[in-house]
Protein backbone atom coordinates (compact mmCIF):
# COMPACT_ATOMS: atom_id res chain seq x y z
CA UNK A 1 0.00 0.00 0.00
CA UNK A 2 1.30 3.62 -0.97
CA UNK A 3 1.97 5.94 2.15
CA UNK A 4 -0.08 8.63 2.53
CA UNK A 5 2.47 11.64 1.97
CA UNK A 6 0.05 14.37 2.91
CA UNK A 7 -1.16 13.24 5.88
CA UNK A 8 1.87 14.35 8.08
CA UNK A 9 2.35 17.63 6.71
CA UNK A 10 -1.18 18.57 6.91
CA UNK A 11 -0.59 17.22 11.21
CA UNK A 12 2.30 19.46 11.06
CA UNK A 13 1.98 21.99 14.17
CA UNK A 14 -0.81 24.85 13.70
CA UNK A 15 -1.42 23.71 10.16
CA UNK A 16 -4.63 21.74 10.93
CA UNK A 17 -6.71 24.56 12.91
CA UNK A 18 -5.38 27.28 9.87
CA UNK A 19 -6.73 24.52 7.15
CA UNK A 20 -10.29 24.63 9.18
CA UNK A 21 -10.23 28.26 9.21
CA UNK A 22 -9.15 28.57 5.85
CA UNK A 23 -12.07 26.34 4.72
CA UNK A 24 -14.46 27.75 7.03
CA UNK A 25 -14.15 30.84 5.24
CA UNK A 26 -14.75 29.52 1.81
CA UNK A 27 -17.78 27.40 3.24
CA UNK A 28 -19.75 30.79 4.54
CA UNK A 29 -18.69 32.77 1.80
CA UNK A 30 -20.91 30.00 -0.40
CA UNK A 31 -23.36 29.39 2.31
CA UNK A 32 -23.68 33.34 3.14
CA UNK A 33 -24.44 33.33 -1.21
CA UNK A 34 -25.83 30.12 -2.04
CA UNK A 35 -24.36 27.71 -3.62
CA UNK A 36 -27.43 28.33 -6.17
CA UNK A 37 -26.37 31.80 -6.77
CA UNK A 38 -23.18 30.96 -8.20
CA UNK A 39 -23.25 31.05 -12.02
CA UNK A 40 -20.60 30.64 -14.74
CA UNK A 41 -20.45 34.36 -15.02
CA UNK A 42 -19.32 34.46 -11.14
CA UNK A 43 -16.62 31.52 -11.85
CA UNK A 44 -15.37 33.13 -15.06
CA UNK A 45 -14.96 36.51 -13.27
CA UNK A 46 -13.14 34.65 -10.52
CA UNK A 47 -10.66 33.15 -12.54
CA UNK A 48 -10.14 35.65 -15.13
CA UNK A 49 -9.23 38.06 -11.81
CA UNK A 50 -6.69 35.16 -10.71
CA UNK A 51 -5.41 35.15 -14.33
CA UNK A 52 -4.91 38.50 -13.93
CA UNK A 53 -2.78 38.36 -10.59
CA UNK A 54 -0.64 35.19 -11.54
CA UNK A 55 0.35 36.95 -14.89
CA UNK A 56 0.91 39.85 -12.24
CA UNK A 57 3.25 37.66 -10.19
CA UNK A 58 4.98 36.51 -13.24
CA UNK A 59 6.13 39.84 -13.98
CA UNK A 60 3.45 41.20 -16.36
CA UNK A 61 2.77 44.96 -16.45
CA UNK A 62 -0.68 44.01 -18.08
CA UNK A 63 -3.88 46.15 -15.97
CA UNK A 64 -6.46 43.67 -15.22
CA UNK A 65 -8.72 46.17 -17.89
CA UNK A 66 -6.23 44.96 -20.31
CA UNK A 67 -6.76 41.63 -19.41
CA UNK A 68 -10.62 41.34 -19.75
CA UNK A 69 -10.58 43.19 -22.64
CA UNK A 70 -7.95 40.49 -24.30
CA UNK A 71 -4.99 42.82 -24.79
CA UNK A 72 -2.49 41.85 -22.15
CA UNK A 73 0.65 40.39 -22.80
CA UNK A 74 1.89 36.77 -23.64
CA UNK A 75 2.00 35.85 -19.61
CA UNK A 76 -1.53 37.49 -19.61
CA UNK A 77 -2.76 35.81 -22.62
CA UNK A 78 -1.25 32.18 -20.76
CA UNK A 79 -3.06 32.84 -17.62
CA UNK A 80 -5.92 33.15 -19.15
CA UNK A 81 -6.27 30.65 -21.68
CA UNK A 82 -5.46 28.00 -18.66
CA UNK A 83 -8.81 28.88 -17.05
CA UNK A 84 -10.80 28.19 -20.03
CA UNK A 85 -10.05 24.65 -19.57
CA UNK A 86 -9.37 24.78 -15.92
CA UNK A 87 -12.56 23.45 -14.99
CA UNK A 88 -12.45 20.29 -16.69
CA UNK A 89 -8.96 19.55 -16.20
CA UNK A 90 -10.08 19.50 -12.16
CA UNK A 91 -11.66 16.09 -13.20
CA UNK A 92 -8.84 14.92 -14.61
CA UNK A 93 -6.62 15.75 -11.47
CA UNK A 94 -6.01 12.73 -9.10
CA UNK A 95 -6.16 10.21 -12.27
CA UNK A 96 -3.61 12.02 -14.61
CA UNK A 97 -1.94 14.92 -12.47
CA UNK A 98 1.17 14.98 -14.97
CA UNK A 99 -1.04 15.31 -18.29
CA UNK A 100 -2.65 17.81 -16.40
CA UNK A 101 0.31 19.98 -15.54
CA UNK A 102 1.63 19.82 -19.20
CA UNK A 103 -1.49 20.38 -20.73
CA UNK A 104 -1.44 23.87 -18.67
CA UNK A 105 1.79 24.40 -19.86
CA UNK A 106 0.61 24.30 -23.65
CA UNK A 107 -1.85 26.53 -22.17
CA UNK A 108 0.61 28.71 -20.49
CA UNK A 109 3.03 28.69 -22.90
CA UNK A 110 1.60 29.29 -26.10
CA UNK A 111 3.22 32.46 -26.51
CA UNK A 112 6.49 32.37 -24.69
CA UNK A 113 7.75 29.14 -25.99
CA UNK A 114 8.05 27.34 -29.47
CA UNK A 115 6.28 24.64 -30.50
CA UNK A 116 8.64 22.05 -29.76
CA UNK A 117 8.36 22.59 -26.12
CA UNK A 118 5.01 23.50 -25.21
CA UNK A 119 3.99 21.10 -22.38
CA UNK A 120 7.81 19.35 -23.13
CA UNK A 121 9.12 18.31 -19.60
CA UNK A 122 12.58 19.08 -19.39
CA UNK A 123 15.60 16.81 -19.85
CA UNK A 124 19.65 17.21 -18.83
CA UNK A 125 20.68 18.08 -21.87
CA UNK A 126 18.77 21.56 -21.63
CA UNK A 127 19.49 24.57 -19.57
CA UNK A 128 18.06 24.70 -15.80
CA UNK A 129 15.26 27.38 -15.91
CA UNK A 130 14.79 30.52 -13.82
CA UNK A 131 11.83 32.01 -14.56
CA UNK A 132 10.51 32.38 -10.65
CA UNK A 133 12.60 35.23 -9.66
CA UNK A 134 14.20 34.75 -5.98
CA UNK A 135 14.61 31.48 -5.84
CA UNK A 136 17.00 28.83 -5.71
CA UNK A 137 18.58 27.14 -9.04
CA UNK A 138 16.21 24.45 -9.66
CA UNK A 139 17.15 21.30 -9.80
CA UNK A 140 18.85 18.91 -12.06
CA UNK A 141 16.62 17.03 -14.43
CA UNK A 142 17.00 13.50 -13.02
CA UNK A 143 15.92 15.02 -9.64
CA UNK A 144 12.96 17.24 -11.06
CA UNK A 145 11.95 13.82 -12.56
CA UNK A 146 12.18 11.60 -9.51
CA UNK A 147 10.29 14.06 -7.96
CA UNK A 148 7.90 14.79 -9.96
CA UNK A 149 6.61 11.58 -10.23
CA UNK A 150 6.72 10.50 -6.93
CA UNK A 151 4.41 13.95 -6.62
CA UNK A 152 2.16 12.42 -9.05
CA UNK A 153 1.93 8.64 -7.52
CA UNK A 154 0.67 10.80 -4.11
CA UNK A 155 -1.98 12.44 -6.01
CA UNK A 156 -3.49 9.34 -7.22
CA UNK A 157 -3.47 7.74 -3.64
CA UNK A 158 -5.85 8.16 -0.88
CA UNK A 159 -5.05 10.59 1.70
CA UNK A 160 -6.43 12.54 4.51
CA UNK A 161 -4.91 15.86 4.21
CA UNK A 162 -7.28 18.67 3.34
CA UNK A 163 -7.17 19.53 0.23
CA UNK A 164 -5.97 23.05 0.43
CA UNK A 165 -2.57 21.09 1.91
CA UNK A 166 -2.43 18.95 -1.13
CA UNK A 167 -2.50 22.02 -3.51
CA UNK A 168 -0.10 24.13 -1.76
CA UNK A 169 2.41 21.05 -1.88
CA UNK A 170 1.60 20.55 -5.50
CA UNK A 171 1.83 24.48 -6.19
CA UNK A 172 5.15 24.32 -4.30
CA UNK A 173 6.74 21.71 -5.96
CA UNK A 174 5.89 22.61 -9.17
CA UNK A 175 7.25 26.11 -8.55
CA UNK A 176 10.49 24.41 -6.86
CA UNK A 177 11.33 21.97 -9.27
CA UNK A 178 10.37 24.05 -12.75
CA UNK A 179 9.84 20.85 -14.66
CA UNK A 180 9.31 23.21 -17.99
CA UNK A 181 11.69 25.25 -19.63
CA UNK A 182 9.36 28.68 -19.31
CA UNK A 183 5.77 29.56 -17.17
CA UNK A 184 6.02 27.70 -14.16
CA UNK A 185 5.58 30.03 -12.28
CA UNK A 186 1.87 30.27 -13.89
CA UNK A 187 1.66 26.51 -14.30
CA UNK A 188 1.97 26.16 -10.33
CA UNK A 189 -0.37 28.44 -9.57
CA UNK A 190 -2.95 26.87 -11.43
CA UNK A 191 -1.86 23.59 -10.60
CA UNK A 192 -2.42 24.77 -7.27
CA UNK A 193 -5.94 26.04 -8.12
CA UNK A 194 -7.01 22.89 -10.43
CA UNK A 195 -6.92 20.61 -7.44
CA UNK A 196 -8.87 23.68 -4.59
CA UNK A 197 -11.44 22.73 -7.08
CA UNK A 198 -11.17 19.09 -7.49
CA UNK A 199 -10.45 18.79 -4.26
CA UNK A 200 -13.74 20.61 -2.87
CA UNK A 201 -12.29 23.08 -1.16
CA UNK A 202 -13.79 25.19 -4.00
CA UNK A 203 -15.77 23.21 -6.44
CA UNK A 204 -17.18 26.36 -8.05
CA UNK A 205 -14.40 28.42 -8.34
CA UNK A 206 -15.60 31.38 -7.18
CA UNK A 207 -12.59 32.79 -4.60
CA UNK A 208 -9.09 34.12 -6.09
CA UNK A 209 -6.25 32.93 -4.56
CA UNK A 210 -4.20 33.75 -6.88
CA UNK A 211 -4.74 37.65 -5.73
CA UNK A 212 -3.98 36.33 -2.31
CA UNK A 213 -0.79 35.46 -3.24
CA UNK A 214 -0.33 38.56 -5.31
CA UNK A 215 -1.43 40.49 -2.51
CA UNK A 216 0.79 38.67 -0.20
CA UNK A 217 3.46 38.85 -3.28
CA UNK A 218 6.93 39.71 -0.38
CA UNK A 219 6.27 36.56 1.01
CA UNK A 220 6.48 34.28 -2.10
CA UNK A 221 9.94 34.15 -2.80
CA UNK A 222 10.76 33.35 0.35
CA UNK A 223 8.10 31.11 1.29
CA UNK A 224 8.57 29.16 -1.67
CA UNK A 225 13.25 29.17 -0.70
CA UNK A 226 12.17 28.31 2.70
CA UNK A 227 9.98 25.02 1.78
CA UNK A 228 12.66 24.11 -0.92
CA UNK A 229 15.56 24.66 1.64
CA UNK A 230 14.33 25.16 5.61
CA UNK A 231 13.32 21.75 5.92
CA UNK A 232 9.66 20.42 8.27
CA UNK A 233 9.99 24.06 9.43
CA UNK A 234 10.08 25.47 5.78
CA UNK A 235 7.25 23.42 4.57
CA UNK A 236 5.05 24.41 7.46
CA UNK A 237 5.86 28.12 6.97
CA UNK A 238 4.24 27.58 3.08
CA UNK A 239 1.24 26.01 4.66
CA UNK A 240 0.47 28.27 6.91
CA UNK A 241 0.97 30.67 4.26
CA UNK A 242 -1.22 29.03 2.21
CA UNK A 243 -4.72 28.66 4.49
CA UNK A 244 -3.67 32.67 4.97
CA UNK A 245 -4.20 32.32 0.99
CA UNK A 246 -7.17 30.83 0.78
CA UNK A 247 -8.82 32.59 3.13
CA UNK A 248 -7.87 35.76 2.05
CA UNK A 249 -9.16 34.05 -1.39
CA UNK A 250 -12.47 34.04 -0.35
CA UNK A 251 -12.75 37.67 0.46
CA UNK A 252 -11.68 39.15 -2.76
CA UNK A 253 -14.02 36.92 -4.59
CA UNK A 254 -16.24 38.54 -6.57
CA UNK A 255 -19.47 37.10 -4.89
CA UNK A 256 -18.01 39.82 -2.32
CA UNK A 257 -19.79 43.27 -3.24
CA UNK A 258 -16.64 44.86 -1.56
CA UNK A 259 -14.92 43.05 -3.78
CA UNK A 260 -16.11 43.61 -7.26
CA UNK A 261 -14.16 46.02 -9.76
Not at 97 to 109: C, G
Not at 156 to 173: D, M
Request: aromatic share 2%; charged share 20%; net charge negative.
Amino acid sequence: MTADVFAPLAALEGVGSAARAARDAVDVLLRDRGLRRVGADVTAEALLRGAHASAALAGSPSTLAEVREGTGDALASGAVRMTRELMSLARQADTAPVQVWTRLHQLAAADLAPADQLGHLRTSREPLPDDIPGLPPAPPADVMWERLSGLAKALTTATTAPGLVVAAIVHAELAVLRPFPVANGLVARAAERVLLVARGTDQVAVTVPEVGHLELGASYARGLTDYAEGGVSGVQSWLLRECEVVALAAERSPLNNSARS
